[in-house]
């Protein structure tokens, strides 16, 4: 759906031939390019070699819902982090949102995209109490959110399923497809080189610096690397792949909605992720279609019954939507860590690695890329909301499948409860 509604890539091709570069960025997503556009704008080259396309990711295949933080509230990153590295980290996940916009503003990129804000509802009385204390806990922070009761979520929503819920100013939603090629020629137009269709087989440290070597077998010489490939990393640095779990997340959209039934779903527009463990998620896009993501199986999907059961949670939610055509089906990865934070390793000099983000990286990621850059132009690490941590594959990494399925069965039951 994204490909058919999305402004056109820049044109770029396959590297050919061995280069030389000052930083080589592996992965053309939103954390890769960020990290390009921020280093070229400061002066600095930079080169960025995607698998396959602009896009091809995440970044290419979201809900397009611009989602402002991370997943822990502020109380417990100060709990987790300490005072100075929480204060930190609240004031980054508080930037994340407005991290996008501005690059929008700045770059005048063609991304259709909305700031009418974000609404998480709660599902059950047991999750609204939850939500009441993250809006406080936001609120504290002089953050702009605010409560909403029941009422309030029916009329935002035009759905009466929802107890309650809350409002954050800070979101929108966007056409994630265009935004990452927009990204892309604002990097490019910046002087930063971009290559896809380029996968690197391998990278180790030469010298002083490092050595890149593509599938094709071109090198490619830098001072140093950082690996944006979060949920499609592959074997690219020993353990990093294993440092997550990276399950599918399915989405499913209708055909434009005709006025009348339009007007009577989320009519102020704005994006809504509710408060389920197994999250059902959803929005109209700037052509009028209504689309919903949700989870599914682990395994690539094998048919149109692998979306069945978004299918039912709409027209649940959204009686109206039963005669509606569906239109669109995909799915991509997310990359979820074990603290449900995202991470950075340096395991050498020079070489950066960016995984995590928790199904949540549109603002999260952009916001990575531009500290990310801030710290390889300056040095200073304090420039990064998280500290470098060591690559640590996650216990039972080769049960992952096993364990997921038990988590899932254990989430269904928690999301059962009223
Ligand atoms: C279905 C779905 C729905 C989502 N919904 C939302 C949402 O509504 N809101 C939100 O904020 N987030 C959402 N997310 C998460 C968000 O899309 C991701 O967090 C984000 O796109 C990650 O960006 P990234 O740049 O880190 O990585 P990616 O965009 O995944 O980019 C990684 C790139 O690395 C490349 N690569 C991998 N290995 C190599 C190699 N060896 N050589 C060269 N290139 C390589 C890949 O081709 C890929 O293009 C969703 C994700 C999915 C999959």
């Not at 929503?157 to 020629?185: C, I, K, M, N």
């Not at 998620?281 to 999907?301: I, V, W």
């Not at 500290?371 to 200073?380: H, I, K």
Request: net charge positive; charged share 20%; glycine share 10%.
């Amino acid at each position: 759906m994204w490909h058919d509604t999305a402004v056109a890539a820049p044109v770029t091709t396959a590297l050919d031939g061995p280069a030389d570069t000052d930083t080589l960025i592996i992965g053309a997503g939103y954390a890769g390019l960020s990290t390009a556009l921020h280093l070229a704008q400061a002066g600095s080259q930079c080169m960025v070699l995607d698998a396959r396309e602009i896009g091809f990711g995440g970044s290419g295949r979201n809900g397009g819902q611009l989602v402002p933080g991370l997943k822990k509230d502020p109380t417990e990153l100060l709990n987790a982090y300490g005072p100075a590295r929480g204060r930190q980290l609240i004031d980054f996940a508080d930037a994340t949102a407005r991290t996008v916009y501005s690059l929008i503003d700045q770059y005048q990129l063609n991304v259709p995209h909305t700031r009418s804000g974000w609404i998480q509802p709660a599902h059950s009385k047991v999750t609204l109490e939850l939500v009441k204390k993250r809006v406080a806990d936001w609120q504290r922070q002089g953050a702009p959110v605010r409560p909403l009761s029941r009422s309030e979520v029916g009329d935002l929503l035009g759905t009466d399923q929802y107890h309650g819920g809350w409002f954050d100013e800070r979101g929108g939603s966007l056409q994630p497809l265009s935004y990452v090629r927009e990204l892309a020629r604002a990097a490019i137009e910046e002087g930063a080189t971009v290559h896809t269709a380029t996968p690197v087989a391998s990278i180790r440290k030469k010298g002083s610096g490092w050595l890149a070597v593509t599938e094709k077998g071109d090198a490619v010489h830098a001072r140093r690397i950082v690996v944006c490939a979060n949920a499609y990393s592959d074997g690219i640095w020993k353990n990093l792949k294993e440092t997550v779990v990276d399950p599918n997340t399915y989405q499913v959209a209708t055909a434009p909605l005709p006025e009348e039934i339009a007007k009577t779903i989320l009519p102020q527009g704005q994006p809504v992720s509710d408060t389920r463990n197994l999250l059902l998620y959803f929005r109209k896009d700037h052509t009028g279609r209504f689309l919903m993501g949700g989870r599914g199986p682990f395994r690539e999907p094998r048919g149109r019954q692998d979306w069945d059961h978004l299918q039912k949670a709409i027209t649940l939610l959204y009686p109206q939507l039963k005669d509606i055509p569906f239109e669109y089906y995909w799915c991509g990865r997310v990359s979820v860590t074990q603290d449900y934070m995202p991470h950075l390793h340096q395991p050498e000099p020079g070489l950066i690695l960016n995984i995590g983000c928790q199904g949540r990286g549109i603002g999260l990621q952009t916001a990575m890329g531009k500290a990310l850059a801030a710290y390889l132009t300056s040095g200073d690490q304090a420039s990064l909301p998280i500290p470098f941590t060591p690559v640590r594959r996650l216990p039972f990494y080769g049960l992952r499948k096993l364990y997921v399925g038990a988590l899932i069965a254990w989430y269904r039951y928690l999301d059962s409860r009223t």
